[in-house]
């Protein structure tokens, strides 16, 4: 079946610093990929949705300068988190459909193993 | 506005024992479509089951079974002879007439031996 990789699975860095987090479509050309967050112990939250060639479209409430998102290629997306403080510490996921259809055309999505981010 | 309800927060059990999740969904569109995920202590989200609104039959697949009732908007979930190796935490999500997904809070499920 159709892969989403994530790198790196896990990163630890200080406060202040910028981490950015890929997530790849291994065997499919994804033009929409999108990007949660889960904070221990709860659900996971959709932060933005990416798409191929265009600004990101960020959910209610997610600073889009905070985190960025950029779909520059139909296989990558990558979301970095600038100047990260622990707050930030948190599981990040994403997801990609393959182009050629989306959930009304029997579409399916496909997650990521995730990243998890530490802020120290 | 559409809105995923697990009321159950955590559920133990011992092996062999069935057990249900319940999921409960808010939605206003007619199309729409429900999913379960398992995710295990790695973190990843393995899918389960995709259902569309339009087809409320239930489905079994081997010790796993789904029960879907929009006369109540609930999407059960039920393990039948559960394992250790089903302990996890379980999200029920929903997607309405767009490709993202509302998961709800999630259920976790301890298997005990």
């Known amino acids: 079946g159709a892969v989403v990789s994530q790198h790196p699975s896990w990163v630890i860095c200080k406060s202040g610093t910028s981490v950015k987090i890929e997530c790849r479509s291994l065997?499919?050309?994804?033009?929409?990929m999108f990007w949660y967050r889960q904070f221990p112990k709860q659900s996971l939250m959709l932060m933005a949705t990416?798409?191929?060639?265009?600004?990101?479209?960020?959910e209610q409430g997610v600073e889009k300068d905070k985190f960025l998102i950029n779909h520059a290629s139909l296989t990558l997306s990558t979301l970095t988190v600038t100047s990260a403080h622990p707050e930030d510490s948190s599981f990040y996921i994403c997801?990609?459909?393959?182009?050629?259809?989306?959930?009304?055309?029997?579409?399916?999505?496909?997650f990521g193993e995730g990243s998890r981010l530490t802020v120290l | 506005a559409q809105k995923v309800t697990q009321a159950q927060t955590e559920i133990s059990v011992v092996e062999k024992e069935d057990v249900t999740l319940d999921c409960v969904y808010e939605?206003?569109?007619?199309?729409?479509?429900l999913f379960w995920y398992k995710q295990p202590p790695s973190g990843e989200l393995v899918f389960l089951i995709r259902?569309?609104?339009?087809?409320?039959q239930n489905e079994i697949s081997g010790r796993y079974s789904w029960n879907f009732q929009k006369s109540t908007s609930s999407f059960n979930f039920t393990i039948t002879a559960s394992q250790v190796v089903d302990s996890a935490v379980y999200f029920c999500a929903l997607s309405e007439n767009t490709d993202k997904l509302i998961f709800g809070t999630g259920t976790r499920l301890q298997v005990f031996p």
């Open positions: 259902r569309n609104s339009f087809d409320e």
């Open positions: 997801s990609a459909h393959p182009g050629e259809g989306s959930l009304r055309d029997g579409g399916e999505l496909f």
């Open positions: 065997d499919f050309q994804a033009t929409t």
């Open positions: 990416s798409n191929e060639g265009s600004k990101a479209t960020y």
């Open positions: 939605t206003r569109d007619t199309t729409y479509y």
